[in-house]
């Protein structure tokens, strides 16, 4: 596995090894000892989630400010515009966005340490992502930033308006969102 740091130094990309033949592919999503040695870091999944969307559809920026979730996140179909906002106050990179594409094609994984809300947009006809998280979703611990926030400014690959749920839609600014000492 290959693993690259984003303009975030704590966001990672990793790169697993595929294994592939005329039958297909293998690839390891997920060692903890692997990831462990290559990142430093020892993460205890607690909860898988699975999303399948349209193109268009639009899904954040979510973050929990307490119970806040690391998260490992990947496509298995279709693809994605995967965006990471940092939400630590005391961070250099706080309010910064960082975005890349995920797809089913690449097999790209991003790991989204916890204090950061995370987004995307799907760009192809569907996708299906997955995601494990290091904390349990709490709802009343929930926050959303306004996916176009002029201060933050993210360049969304949309040709119109993408489609919201109403929580994402009533996201609130970052000047005005809850925020990580």
């Known amino acids: 596995m290959k693993v690259t740091p984003t303009a975030m130094p704590e966001v990672l990309v990793l790169e697993p090894r595929v294994f592939g033949d005329d039958r297909g592919f293998f690839y390891e999503s997920f060692n ?3 990831f462990e040695q290559l990142t430093g870091q020892r993460v205890n999944f607690v909860q898988d989630n699975h999303t ?3 193109r268009g559809v639009l899904r954040g920026l979510h973050y929990q400010i307490r119970q806040p979730q690391g998260k490992l996140v990947r496509v298995s179909s279709g693809a994605i515009f995967d965006v990471v906002v940092d939400m630590r ?4 990179f706080f309010g910064r966005w960082v975005g890349l594409e995920l797809s089913a094609e690449n097999r790209h ?12 947009v799907v760009t192809s006809e569907h996708a299906e992502v997955q995601y494990k998280n290091t904390d349990y979703w709490a709802p009343e611990h929930e926050r959303a930033v306004l ?4 201060a933050l400014a993210i360049d969304w690959p949309l040709s119109g308006a993408p489609i919201l749920s109403g929580k994402d839609s009533q996201g609130k600014l970052l000047a005005d969102a809850e925020a990580f000492s």
Do not use: K
Not at 109 to 120: D, E, K, N, V
Not at 147 to 150: C, E, F, L, T
């Open 89 to 92: 106050r005391s961070s250099p």
């Open 109 to 120: 994984q991003l790991w989204i340490p916890p204090g950061f809300a995370h987004g995307f």
């Open 32 to 34: 903890a000892r692997t």
């Open 52 to 54: 399948r969307s349209a």
């Open 147 to 150: 996916w176009n926030d002029p």
